[in-house]
């Protein structure tokens, strides 16, 4: 993320423009949607080493019709669990999180994106639960800090996403490195 500070914070406050902007009329909020799949396409060319542009915000405006069926299939799933006392729901916004990541970079349907999702996070859903919280407190924190904060903190969560993600279609376990260590306190 430092090494693309500037490019990051830049496609953050384009994308934060729009969802602040066209999130107030319902059809125009799909594209909302749909530059946050083109943040995956970013963070992953990032994560891989690749150059990231900034029409790789727009690259994913051929996949709208998949983007509403997905998404609506995602949140009836989660929607249900949720009503199945929430801790189905939550459950399941694990065991699905990684649909979009695996459309977007793999092409796959809707329907083996979602078996897909449900394969890589088998085993790690504890890891990932935490992983989730963590990244919602780190935004929170950003949001705290005069919401200048997050334009640190959501390329940061963002690229650690892709990270993990990678990692789970790799086939290894992610590792957490602490940032602070009892050294570097001292």
Known sequence: MKANFWFLAGTTLIYGIVIAVLNKIPVVSILSGILGWGLIVICLKIHDGETAKISDLFSQLKNILKYLGSTILYCLIVLGGLILLI???VMWAIKYQFFSYLIVDKKMGIMEALRKSAELTKGSRNKLFGFCILMGLINIAGAIALVIGLFATIPTTAIACAYVY??????????????????SIA
């Open 87 to 89: 801790v189905p729901g």
């Open 166 to 183: 990678r990692k789970l279609s790799n086939g290894t376990t992610p590792q957490v490195k602490p940032v602070i260590t009892p050294a």
